[in-house]
């Protein structure tokens, strides 16, 4: 009987349970021992685990977040840690080692698979949707919905005060969260990373739309976005263990601008963590167990080094390499299709 490790890594995203329990599901009914480590690569070099058997995973397939807890540890940070991975690794007993996480934590996978051949399988997940190689992650769908009410809150008392507000929402690098929820939620502009803020351009487009009688408008902004004038905004300057800077302030900022540039009283709301949190749709519980199973797949037939992906409507698996080193930004296509609808 193989024995499966099952970790979680780098922030939350719902779908995550949905994604444990399909593979334990799965692997109990072939008499496989499914483990799960805790707290993501913390948990591989603490040797925190414990068995998930059918009564583990039952209830958690509408709970968002992950049994599992998760951490930002990234192993290859200080010297002796990957190391020590492999170690506890086999001593451990593990056959192999489902790691389910955004490009950081793949890209430990991808390290420990080139380094020590640890026999590894990877499950993309973010609500970013931002990683190569594959359609949507799970998360995404959930994270867009999230916002997607949340500007539809807005719209109402933007409206009852006559104010144009600005909503900062998630997707660190890439616009997508911003992009979907704002053409969902009938943005009148929405501003993301890949494409920097034009300022004069956003209030006159706002302008614009005062002028046809409106009173109210909604700017949806992601927390990448940067100004085209190369106003910097002042980010929190403490890294994570891979590097990242906390994003965040973009918002205050847009908004501060907007209402010296048209005198119309603007305020920002942060949606911030709200979106990762609570109960993944259909659409994530449904991806997150079809991940679930390939990944199980992959790992019974000893298919390492390999990722599962969404390519249209077919889950598929590529090279954990393929998903490294770059993003899945917005492309201009995308963008232009959100345009006809802004001012
Ligand atoms: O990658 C997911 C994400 O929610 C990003 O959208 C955001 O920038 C970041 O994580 C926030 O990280 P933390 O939970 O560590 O504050």
């Known amino acids: 009987m193989s024995k499966i490790g099952i970790l979680t890594g780098g922030g939350d995203c719902p779908g995550l349970n949905p994604v444990i329990r399909a593979i334990v599901r799965k692997g109990v009914l072939d008499n496989c021992e499914i483990v799960g480590i805790e707290n993501g690569w ?199 263990a891979f590097g990242h800077v906390r994003l965040g302030g973009i918002g205050q900022m847009v908004a501060e601008k907007l209402e010296n540039k048209t005198g119309y009283e603007t305020r920002a709301t942060v949606l911030g963590h709200i979106q990762r949190g609570g109960s993944p749709t259909a659409y994530d519980r449904i991806l997150g167990i079809r991940y679930g199973l390939k990944a199980y797949e992959l790992a019974k037939n000893k298919k390492f080094g390999r990722v599962v992906a969404l390519k249209g409507n077919e889950i598929t698996d590529i090279p954990i390499e393929d998903v490294l080193g770059k993003l899945k930004t917005v492309d201009d296509k995308m963008f232009e299709m959100a345009t006809p609808f802004f001012g």
């Open 42 to 240: 913390k948990g591989m070099l603490t040797k925190q685990s414990y068995v998930l058997d059918i009564n583990s995973v039952s209830g958690i397939l509408h709970r968002g977040g992950t049994i599992l807890h998760t951490s930002r540890t990234n192993p290859y940070k200080k010297e002796g840690d990957s190391d020590k991975v492999f170690q506890n690794f086999k001593a451990m007993g593990m056959g192999s080692l489902i790691a389910i996480g955004g490009e950081d934590t793949l890209g430990v996978a991808a390290k420990l698979y080139r380094d020590y051949k640890l026999p590894v399988v990877g499950v993309p997940k973010t609500i970013d949707n931002d990683i190569v190689g594959t359609d949507f992650t799970f998360g995404f769908d959930t994270a867009v919905n999230i916002a997607m009410e949340c500007i539809d809150r807005l719209h109402t008392t933007a409206e009852s005060h006559h104010r144009v507000m600005v909503v900062e929402v998630m997707g660190r690098h890439a616009g997508w969260i911003a992009l979907y929820s704002g053409l969902a939620g009938g943005a009148d502009a929405i501003l993301i990373p890949e494409r920097p803020i034009d300022m004069d351009e956003v209030s006159e487009l706002i302008k614009r739309r005062h002028s046809r009688g409106k009173t109210f408008s909604i700017i949806v902004v992601a927390e990448g976005a940067k100004f085209k004038q190369g106003d910097d905004i002042k980010q929190c300057q403490e890294l994570d």
